[in-house]
C-alpha cells in the first residue's frame, strides 16, 4: 500500500497548478516544402510559351536553379502537361530563398520564395510570398493550390 501512495504522490505533484510550462505537446504537423504552381505566357500577347498550338518553347527549355550559398543547386521542376502548369519545388534553408528561372535564349529570372514561422509554443513555416522580377506573384492564402502566371 505505501508504494502506491508514493507513486499517487508523485503523479500529482507533477500536475501542480505551479508548472511553468505552458505548452502542451504540438501535434505533428505536415510541412510541405516551399512552391509554386505556374504558367508561362508572353508579355505582349499572354499566349502560352510551353504550351498549345502557339508555344514558343519545348517544356525541356525551362530550366531552374535554387541558389544555395551563392551556387547553383537542385530545383525539383514537375511539369504538369494535362493542366499545362509547371511546379517548383525547393528544399528551404533560409527565410528567403532564390530561385533562377532560364527559358532558352531569354534573360534569366528570380524567384524569391519568402518563409515565416508563427510563432508561440507549436509554431509553423509556411510560405508568405513569391516574387518574380520584383513583382510579388503569390501571398499566402489558403488552399494547396498556388497558381500564377509569369510573364516573359
Known amino acids: 500500500m ?26 505533428m504537423a505536415l510541412q510541405a ?3 509554386l504552381t505556374f504558367r508561362v505566357v508572353d508579355k505582349t500577347t499572354s499566349q502560352d510559351l510551353f504550351f498549345g498550338s502557339t508555344a514558343k518553347y519545348t517544356t525541356s527549355r525551362l530550366k531552374v536553379h ?3 550559398n551563392g ?8 511539369t504538369d502537361t494535362l493542366n499545362h502548369n509547371f511546379n517548383v519545388r525547393i528544399i528551404a534553408v533560409n527565410q528567403v530563398d532564390t ?8 534573360p534569366q529570372d528570380i524567384l524569391l520564395f519568402k518563409r515565416t514561422t508563427t510563432g508561440g509554443c507549436c509554431s509553423t513555416t509556411y510560405l508568405s510570398s513569391v516574387t518574380y522580377n520584383g513583382t510579388v ?16
Open 137 to 152: 506573384v503569390y501571398t499566402q492564402k489558403p488552399g494547396p493550390d498556388i497558381v500564377g502566371v509569369l510573364a516573359k
Open 2 to 27: 505505501p508504494a502506491c501512495l508514493i507513486l499517487v504522490l508523485m503523479f500529482t505533484a507533477g500536475c501542480s497548478s505551479k508548472s511553468t510550462n505552458k505548452c502542451v505537446p504540438c501535434p
Open 99 to 106: 530561385v533562377t528561372m532560364n527559358i532558352a535564349d531569354k
Open 66 to 68: 535554387h541558389i544555395i
Open 71 to 78: 551556387h547553383p543547386d537542385t530545383a525539383f521542376l514537375h
Open 33 to 35: 516544402p516551399p512552391n
